[in-house]
């Protein structure tokens, strides 16, 4: 399952909480246990990171990771503080923002294109505002009431933008 890191919370020496937005069930928690392996190594991950999550099959409340691989390596970001700073204030905003495990094509598009963006725009001048307008729409908070948003279809609605 393919999502993007919002934020990785450490609660033991062994355990880690993982918190990514996915394609298939929206935003979700995962646990990784043994985090320090070579499959599992979260040191590399950052927020708005692009991954591969391979999920353990389970009947925890929390699915276990098996493996995180990294989709899209940053070139930039890792290098420059600007654009770390920018991707954890986006991460922050949408953990904060995005509760509901719930699938949503257009924003996870939306999520991914912004993910890649940071590290490849030139000029971040207005980035983040741009983000947060952005992010309001495809929310339901902009321009256009809720109902005419539902009824489009993801690339129409990504036109918006």
């Known amino acids: ?12 020496d062994k355990t880690t909480l993982l918190y990514a937005y996915t394609r ?14 070579r499959k599992k190594r979260l040191a590399d991950l950052a927020p708005m990171s692009i991954v591969e999550l391979t ?4 009947a925890r409340d929390i699915p276990v990771l098996q493996e995180v691989r990294l989709i899209y390596v940053p070139t930039r970001i890792p290098f420059e503080v600007r654009r770390q700073v920018i991707a954890m204030y986006i991460a922050e905003v949408l953990s904060k923002t995005l509760k509901y495990e719930m699938t949503d094509e257009p924003l996870y598009h939306f999520l991914l294109s912004v993910a890649q963006d940071i590290d490849q725009t030139d000029d ?15 929310l339901g908070y902009g321009g256009q009431p ?8 993801s690339n129409e ?3 918006l933008l």
């Open 24 to 37: 298939e069930r929206g935003r979700q928690v995962f646990a990784v246990y043994g985090a320090g392996g």
């Open 55 to 58: 999920v353990q099959p389970s």
């Open 124 to 138: 971040l001048t207005s980035f983040a505002g741009e983000f947060m307008t952005n992010l309001s729409i495809l």
């Open 157 to 159: 609605l990504l036109s």
């Open 146 to 153: 809720i109902e005419e948003l539902k009824e489009l279809r």
């Open 1 to 12: 399952m393919q999502g993007i890191v919002l934020h990785i919370v450490h609660k033991t």
